[in-house]
């Protein structure tokens, strides 16, 4: 398997041939369409020049053009009839066409390095043809002859070429190097946090990553510690939730196997008889209740159940879970407030968001005092709708809070215990509420009562 780090190497050598070809490419297509013509007028000019002083100097002919090879350029002579001299590095191809010696001898300016043709690999500039050369007519004396001239490239430009090659190389290898240096710095964090999936898969979530980094890979090292936590909060919790219902099961099945064992073996009065079965049916229901719950846990955390959603009216949902309640109610004398305007309508499950409602309402009936009030209010906004279910009971101490919605949680054991309740309601209700994409939120302090917010989007 190739690492990490291989393929960056791989990537980054693709990545410099791909780019020096490309620029190559753009660079000879700039001379072709900018400086080949450029560079065209401005050797028919030094051979104008060169004209213009072989025909005020004929005798100096000879000795001028051999003086102009040694500066650096590369020239042929030409009478068209045989007669041809050389001056300078010979050209690589002598492919001079000989009505193009034609058209010279008669005034015409030759503009071969201009016509040279485009090609996208091959620049022209370096290109020690004779058609790539510009000529023209000089007249020494009474004779006729044909300049054909271009600049020695490798005379004029032969260190700098080996200078700007040197250059250009050891950029790459220099960049190279740089580069894989630089990718250790890149790929070392990416092993660790590798190293540390591996150990998370193997249940050990006490991990250790360098955060200091304010780039991507610092961000991904601390966003990784935090799955971390998360992953091991979530495995605490599945393990406390299977010991909660361990427990929850295993007191119960105690108790009625206790006393149904006591019923069995032993003539007792009528008045015990009957209040050992009526723990026995007390414990069977809270089994049931308990299995019944789970069962609504497990369906809601698996996305089973399916949302059957509609529009209807929250004041006319909220009194029918008022109605449900309404003996105890009574029985403790609350007094319960419904400010829900008759336009307020929301779009969720009537079945599920009932069993809010009741946990909600319930949960207030059975901790405030008696004498005690309960208000249900509620905003409709053009995105959302707000659920205020407020009581003035006794509160909540701010520790508790921020486990109020675990599974199993009670702030009162013994009471919740004696009671029957489960400690799943409130569990429930947040599923409930995340399922229609809603949040629920709790403020209390002892003394002044609790209240729960929901909100819960529009259509």
Known sequence: MKSLY?????????????????????????????????????????????????????????????????????????DGQGEAHFYGQRFRQQDLDKQIVAHVLNGDVYHG???????????????????????????????????????????????????????????????????????????????????????????????????????EIGQLAGHFMIMSRELERVDQARQQFVANVSHEIQSPLTSIQGFANVLAKQELPKEERERYAAIIEAESRHLSMLGKQLLTLSSLDQGAEALNKKVFSLRNH?????????????????????????????????VLLMQVWMNLLGNAVNHIPPGSSIEVRAE????????????????????????????FYRVDRARERASGRTGLGLAI????????????????????????????PQL
């Open 6 to 78: 291989f393929r960056v190497f791989l990537i980054t050598l693709a990545v410099i041939l791909a780019s020096s070809m490309l620029g190559f490419l753009t660079s000879n297509i700039y001379y072709h369409i900018k400086l080949k013509p450029y560079n065209d007028e401005k050797l028919v000019g030094i051979a104008e020049q060169m004209k213009l002083f072989i025909e005020s100097e004929p005798d100096a002919m000879e000795r001028y053009l051999q003086n102009a090879a040694s500066l650096g350029y590369e020239i042929y002579v030409t």
């Open 429 to 456: 209700v947040k599923k409930i509420v995340q399922l229609h994409e809603g949040k629920i939120e709790v403020s209390s302090s002892p003394g002044t009562g609790t209240r729960f917010t929901l909100t819960l």
């Open 380 to 407: 409709q906004l053009p995105s959302h709708t707000t659920i205020f279910i407020e009581d003035t009971g006794e509160g909540i101490d701010p520790e508790h809070l921020p486990f109020l919605f675990d599974r």
């Open 318 to 350: 909220i009194r029918q879970a008022v109605r449900v309640l309404q003996w105890q109610l009574q029985e403790k004398e609350l007094l319960i407030k419904l400010s829900v305007p008759e336009s307020v309508a929301i779009y969720g499950d009537e």
């Open 113 to 215: 390095v201009a016509q040279f043709p485009n090609e996208p690999f091959i620049s022209g500039f370096f290109e020690n043809r004779l058609s790539n050369t510009v000529g023209v007519l000089i007249q020494p004396s009474d004779k006729r002859f044909a300049l054909f001239m271009r600049p020695d490239v490798l005379l004029q430009f032969g260190e700098l070429r080996i200078f700007f090659a040197l250059i250009g190389l050891l950029t790459v290898i220099i960049s190279i190097v740089l580069f894989l240096i630089s990718t250790r710095y890149l790929v070392k964090p990416i092993t660790r946090l590798t190293e540390a999936t591996k150990r998370i898969a193997q249940g050990n979530y006490n991990l250790r990553l360098p955060t200091r980094r304010r780039d």
